[in-house]
């Protein structure tokens, strides 16, 4: 099966693994089931901007990359419309966006960075995107190691 599924491309392989997919009431499953999603996700980003950028939501009739994406891809309004905002903001923070297809920081961490640098702070948070990324990679592996943050270390004005 997994052999025959390579032989395709790999959304199509993916869509035929994950119709055999159970992911059983156990901790180690369960977390790498969701590390996959953060990985998918984070993949996602990059073309999703593209596509929007290049206005390729109107060769589906739709209005915006958001409403493509609650048609096409059956993503709730508000979830499409942040998804369609993190890809535009990523743009401007490769770092970030880097960091998270490696996963050495969580969707979460980007989506507090994305909301957090305005258009005021976009600048500063260029300049300083390394010195944050560590930070949050610093408190990612603290947190796996004892359950806890340390995403106060982070400058109020970044994060």
């Not at 073309?47 to 958001?66: I, N, R, W």
């Not at 994305?114 to 592996?141: F, H, M, P, W």
Request: proline share 3%; charged share 25%.
């Amino acid at each position: 099966m997994l052999v025959e599924a390579l032989e395709t491309d790999v959304l199509t392989a993916l869509e035929e693994l994950v119709d055999h997919l159970a992911v059983a009431v156990d901790a180690d499953q369960l977390a790498r089931a969701h590390r996959l999603r953060e990985a998918i996700l984070a993949k996602t980003m990059e073309p999703l901007g593209a596509f929007d950028e290049l206005l390729l939501y109107q060769l589906t009739k739709a209005a915006s990359s958001a409403q493509f994406l609650e048609r096409c891809a059956g993503l709730a309004p508000g979830e499409a419309r942040a998804s369609v905002i993190l890809a535009r903001k990523l743009k401007a923070m490769p770092q970030t966006e880097a960091a998270w297809i490696a996963g050495t920081i969580s969707s979460g961490q980007v989506r507090a960075i994305a909301v957090n640098v305005t258009k005021r702070l976009a600048e500063r948070y260029t300049a300083d995107e390394a010195a944050v990324l560590r930070i949050c990679g610093s408190a990612r592996r603290q947190r796996n190691r004892s359950g806890d943050a340390a995403l106060g270390q982070l400058h109020p004005s970044i994060c």
